[in-house]
């Protein structure tokens, strides 16, 4: 069963088409890596999905509940704490008590400490902003989670550490979620499927399912699955291409 | 939430902060004494003889009266302008095209000399408090209404669409992330305006001879009592350094710890 379905997506910037016939389908509790040349429009299609920008047509179906954004800087209030920036997701509603549970369950599996959720974002490090961002996003009880190249900032070990929280907490029957990189290793290492834009924006160029689930796939798979599409799968020839078209 | 401990520990940086005040005016009044060396007793009184001038100043009732006249007409005219200012600006830096017409106005505001607005508010108004309220008010209008604006108008919009990826709603957003971005800018145009207001204030009073500190100027210059003068002058200072101290700065501390914790060390105390 689908749980997001954007039909015919088209969009343009001043005239200039950025998106022509996107369509794509997400299954319940699926997560998909949107990978493309840069300039491509895998921001703008993510924006469009998540109704942060209004296509010039097509139709979008969500069937979930709540939605979140992962953005690829943190977007942390700078005059809250981590405990408030995690919090600003909650409903109004909830009591304190409630409200400190859900704050906690979040930090908790973003891996972030008790101690630091009294810091204001500037005393964190950009590992630490990222995870807040991250918590900040699981504790909206979102059952989709939107990721727009969050980690590119990050260095690797820590990028990898990233990849697993969002492993543990996405996909796997839980939530849905679509994660857009340019890293096919970190595509690859997370997705159930790995989804490619055609590299003008006119629709999905082709997709690959990745066997065993993510969690279960080790470094060295992980390694030859990335060695093969980039040399020898014609689908992923454009994938690295430099076309600075526009900025996001 | 801010911490008992931590409220203590910024209230006694903020009360040691003080010290280096002390220190600045202590040079301030030093270079006032070499002056006074310098030319005499009849064009500066040395600042010791204007401190007790102002000291004797304040043993008499009437003179707290007149403070407080000024004070409540300087202040009564800043939060005019600031309500005014702030709601205007505020809808300005929401609409782009609104700024854009309301600028022109806003240097020609700022161009019309405030002895300008004096005489046009006498006649309207006559000498009384109104037209020292409405001169206090004039002056530190367009700096509000600029400071809001543009507090708006430069507001972080990522932030904006992060908000909105929550699903937060108009009235959630403007109160959450845009107002306390606004905030932000206001509140150092807000301690200027204060000072305009102030200035404003007195001047108008002078000049429309509407009581308050303005007249007691007046007075002093025809008596040519330079020493009163000064001390007027110094009382006038004095309660706007208490406003400012007593009322902007804690509210603008409570509302920025955040800032306070990005400073490095030296910066902070």
Same mark, same amino acid.
């Given at each position: ?7 015919d +997506?088209?969009?343009? /910037? ?23 040349p ?17 296509p010039r ?13 992962? /953005?690829?800087? &943190? ?16 409903p109004?509603?909830l ?7 859900? +704050? /906690?369950a979040?930090?908790?599996a ?10 204001? &974002?500037? *005393?964190?490090?950009?590992g630490?902003? *990222? ?24 260095d &690797? ?5 990233? *990849? ?11 939530r849905?979620?679509?994660? +857009?990189?340019?890293?096919? $290793?970190? $595509?690859?290492? +997370?997705?159930h ?6 590299r003008?924006?006119?629709?999905i ?8 689930? &993510? ?11 990335? *060695?093969?599409?980039?040399k020898?799968?014609?689908? /992923? ?12 | ?6 409220r203590?520990?910024r ?26 060396e ?6 500066? =009184?040395?600042?010791? !003889? ?7 100043? @304040? ?18 005219? #800043?939060? @005019? ?22 600028? =022109?106005?806003? %240097? ?21 408090s109104?037209?020292?309220? %409405?001169t206090a ?11 809001a604006?543009e507090?708006i108008?430069?507001r972080?919009?990522l ?11 108009r009235?959630?957003? #403007?109160?959450?992330i845009?107002? =306390?971005?606004m905030?932000?800018? @206001?509140?150092?145009i ?5 000072? %305009?207001?102030f ?5 108008? !009073? ?8 303005? !007249? ?15 001390a007027?002058?110094?009382l ?14 804690? %509210?603008?501390? !409570? ?15």
């Amino acid at each position: 069963m689908s749980t997001l379905t954007l039909s015919d +997506i088209g969009h343009a /910037f001043l005239g200039r088409t950025v998106l022509d016939q996107v369509t794509l389908d997400i299954g319940d509790g699926e997560l998909v890596a949107l990978v493309g040349p840069s300039g491509c429009g895998k921001s703008t299609l993510l924006h469009i999905a998540a109704g942060l920008v209004e296509p010039r047509h097509g139709r979008i179906n969500r069937t979930y509940g709540r939605h979140a954004v992962v /953005f690829q800087e &943190p977007r942390l209030l700078p005059w809250a704490t981590a405990r408030k920036n995690i919090g600003m997701a909650l409903p109004e509603k909830l009591s304190v008590r409630d409200r400190h549970d859900h +704050i /906690f369950a979040a930090a908790a599996a973003a891996a972030l400490e008790d101690e630091d959720l009294d810091k204001y &974002p500037v *005393q964190l490090s950009g590992g630490m902003k *990222q995870r807040t961002a991250i918590a900040r996003a699981l504790a909206s009880e979102a059952d989709f989670l939107f990721f727009d190249e969050p980690f590119t900032a990050l260095d &690797p070990a820590l990028r990898r550490h990233m *990849q697993d929280i969002v492993i543990r907490h996405v996909g796997s029957g839980k939530r849905g979620g679509l994660f +857009i990189t340019h890293d096919m $290793a970190e $595509a690859v290492r +997370i997705a159930h499927r790995v989804v490619v834009l055609d590299r003008r924006g006119n629709g999905i160029s082709g997709e690959r399912y990745i066997s065993l689930m &993510p969690g279960e796939r080790d470094e060295r798979m992980i390694f030859e699955t990335v *060695q093969h599409f980039m040399k020898e799968d014609p689908l /992923f020839r454009h994938v690295e291409d430099l076309d600075e078209r526009r900025a996001g | 939430m801010p911490s008992l401990a931590g409220r203590i520990s910024r209230t006694a940086q903020f009360l040691w902060s003080g010290w280096s005040g002390l220190a600045g005016l202590s040079v301030f009044a030093a270079l006032w004494q070499v002056a006074h060396e310098a030319y005499g007793n009849f064009i500066l =009184p040395s600042p010791l !003889e204007t401190l007790a001038a102002a000291t004797a100043l @304040l043993g008499e009732a009437s003179s707290w009266q007149l403070l407080l006249t000024t004070s409540s007409r300087a202040l009564s005219g #800043f939060a @005019l302008a600031g309500a005014i200012g702030t709601m205007a600006g505020c809808l300005a830096g929401f609409h782009p095209a609104l700024l854009r017409l309301v600028q =022109p106005q806003i %240097t020609l505001m700022l161009g019309v000399p405030p002895i300008a607005w004096i005489v046009l508010l006498m006649i309207w108004f006559g000498t009384g408090s109104a037209t020292v309220t %409405t001169t206090a008010a004039i002056a530190c209008l367009p700096i509000v209404f600029l400071g809001a604006a543009e507090g708006i108008a430069n507001r972080d919009r990522l932030l904006d669409d992060m908000a909105l990826s929550l699903g937060m709603g108009r009235v959630r957003r #403007f109160v959450r992330i845009t107002v =306390p971005q606004m905030l932000n800018r @206001l509140f150092s145009i807000l301690i200027m305006a204060l000072g %305009t207001a102030f200035k404003a204030a007195v001047m108008a !009073e002078l000049l429309a001879n509407a009581g308050g500190i303005g !007249e007691a100027l007046a007075v002093s210059r025809s008596n040519l009592d330079v020493a009163n003068a000064l001390a007027w002058i110094l009382l006038s200072v004095s309660a706007l350094l208490a406003v400012e101290y007593g009322l902007i700065q804690p %509210t603008r501390s !409570e509302l920025e710890v955040w800032r306070h914790a990005a400073r490095p060390w030296g910066v902070k105390r």
